[in-house]
């Protein structure tokens, strides 16, 4: 499968090409490969079957009836087979779920369909998001020469052949976990460009009190919706919010106020960077300005 995907990369056609296209299929090989197996990363059908479903689920889950989307059962039911179909030598999330879900089906307590619906629920998961997001972290690092200048310094130390012919595409987890600048390309990228809305059912009557002395109160019943990305784009919590800058992620060698220096889980961590200014309290309140009353107001 490496050779493969070298081979994939290497037939990327010079002058304009569709980003997302070629990146988008270079992900999906590689996910399928490492959650189902490589026979399945090989069958080029499910691409096409995959995106073309892909892009009917959002609607379907936003309320439109499947009845204006009539090919999206039939794309449910192949990938359906795909999973069924490339059970053997899964990775062991997909194995540990198949012994689980098959003991349900031969306990009665679940349809042999039901098992399949489960694991592709986790192909779709898997992969869906993992598409558009390394698009965008590609875009934004094509858009910033430096920040790629700098992300190819550290991955070359990381990974030596790194851009040589036929290079070894496989890399131990603790190599992964020294690429802290690729990681905070990556949540950068996430914080630009996310759009995310959690929402939340409230199970029983109760306060909340923030720093500024005021007390909202919620009801058994009420929905909350909580939306990052107002957090994301607020110019008291990210300096130049519109700007693309990883090394708003970065843990400098030492800790400012202690002088100690952070350990490998810290600096592995590109999060952390941000976790000091919430630890100062000075952003808690502006998360309580990102609750969202849906459907009642509040006391």
Not at 180 to 202: N, P, Y
Request: hydrophobic share 45%; glycine share 4%; with cysteine.
């Amino acid at each position: 499968m490496e050779r493969e995907l070298n081979r994939d990369v290497k037939n990327i056609p010079l002058g304009r090409v569709y980003l997302y296209d070629c990146i988008a299929k270079l992900i999906f090989k590689a996910s399928l490969a490492g959650v189902l197996n490589e026979n399945a990363a090989r069958d080029e059908s499910l691409f096409q079957i995959f995106t073309e479903f892909d892009n009917g689920l959002p609607l379907v889950l936003a309320g439109l009836p499947t009845m204006f989307l009539p090919a999206l059962p039939k794309l449910r039911e192949q990938l359906l087979a795909a999973v069924e179909k490339y059970k053997d030598n899964n990775c062991e999330l997909f194995e540990k779920r198949w012994t689980y879900f098959n003991q349900l089906v031969q306990d009665n307590k679940l349809e042999a369909r039901e098992a399949a619906v489960g694991q592709l629920a986790i192909l779709w998961a898997s992969v869906s998001n993992t598409m558009p997001g390394t698009f965008w972290t590609v875009f934004f690092m094509l858009r910033n020469p430096i920040y790629l200048e700098k992300l190819v310094k550290e991955v070359k130390a990381v990974w030596p052949t790194f851009q040589q012919p036929d290079a070894d595409l496989s890399l131990p987890y603790e190599a992964l976990n020294q690429l802290v600048f690729l990681d905070a390309c990556i949540t950068e990228t996430m914080r630009l460009v996310s759009g995310s809305l959690i929402m939340r059912h409230v199970n029983h009557a109760c306060s909340v009190t923030f720093p500024s002395g005021k007390t909202y109160k919620f009801r058994k019943g009420d929905r909350l919706g909580i939306c990052p990305p107002v957090l994301h784009s607020d110019e008291e919590v990210f300096k130049n919010a519109s700007a693309f800058d990883p090394d708003r992620w970065m843990l400098p060698d030492l800790d400012p106020e202690t002088g100690a220096e952070y350990s490998p889980v810290e600096k592995s961590n590109a999060a952390q960077g941000k976790m000091r200014l919430f630890k100062q309290g000075k952003e808690i309140p502006r998360c309580a300005a990102i609750i969202i009353i849906i459907f009642s107001l509040l006391d």
